[in-house]
């Protein structure tokens, strides 16, 4: 993006636009530069293994955001936690409620998460049918225009991917609205628990 800047030099306007897109523009070289040095650094693997590419095929095809959602949220419970824990530099009080407040940010986070992605992606399935006659007009909202096959692959990928878009615009509100509350209602009661109130 480039920006005309005009600057006043007795009586004389000067633009600087050359500059700053000079100066843009080597900025985007750097990030282009940097982020290729990154990719060239990852290695690569070629699987052979028939049931290796069947598995990631698998869940690549299968694996919608909703059950993304609990898997990083089952991996999280695992380990966040746990590190929590055995911090040393803190004290016993400050370290428990660390991984109370922890483990319910995470089975808060989880649930609206896997919760919303879910209805959005079984709601966008509903409103996006095939047109027929015995099929209202208000189930095909989001329909793509010329489909005539619901079954194909790359559909069930269109709906996922409706789904989850929608699911991320509504949790900007979720996570005011559920999420911080929840969490600390649950980090209340978890704390209460560790200290062996009731």
């Keep these: 993006m480039s920006f005309i800047v005009f600057i006043d030099l007795g009586g004389k306007m000067t633009s600087i636009t050359k500059y700053i ?13 940097a982020s290729q040095k990154g990719f060239d650094m ?22 919608s955001s909703d059950k993304q959602r609990v898997a990083l949220g089952v ?28 483990i319910a940010k995470i089975i808060a986070g989880t649930a609206t998460g896997f919760l919303i992605r879910y209805g959005c992606i079984k709601g966008i399935k509903a409103l ?18 010329g489909i005539t096959d619901n079954t194909t692959e790359a559909f069930q990928q269109y709906r996922n991917a409706m789904g989850t878009v ?19 209602l649950m980090t209340n009661a978890f704390i ?3 200290e062996g109130k009731k």
């Excluded at 996006?128 to 225009?145: G, L």
């Excluded at 929608?166 to 600390?184: C, E, Q, R, S, Y």
């Design 21 to 33: 897109t000079y100066t843009g523009s080597g900025i985007r070289k750097a990030i282009r530069s």
């Design 75 to 102: 991996t999280a419970l695992m380990t966040q936690p746990f590190i929590d824990a055995h911090n040393k530099k803190i004290d016993d009080e400050t370290r428990r409620a660390s991984v109370a407040k922890t």
């Design 42 to 63: 990852i290695p690569q693997k070629e699987f052979l293994n028939s049931k290796v590419t069947d598995a990631i095929n698998y869940i690549g095809k299968n694996f």
């Design 192 to 194: 209460k628990k560790s």
């Design 128 to 145: 996006s049918q095939i047109p027929a006659k015995n099929v209202p007009k208000w189930k095909t909202i989001f329909t793509p225009q």
């Design 166 to 184: 929608l699911a991320l615009g509504i949790m900007v509100f979720t996570n005011f609205l559920i999420d911080a509350p929840l969490t600390k």
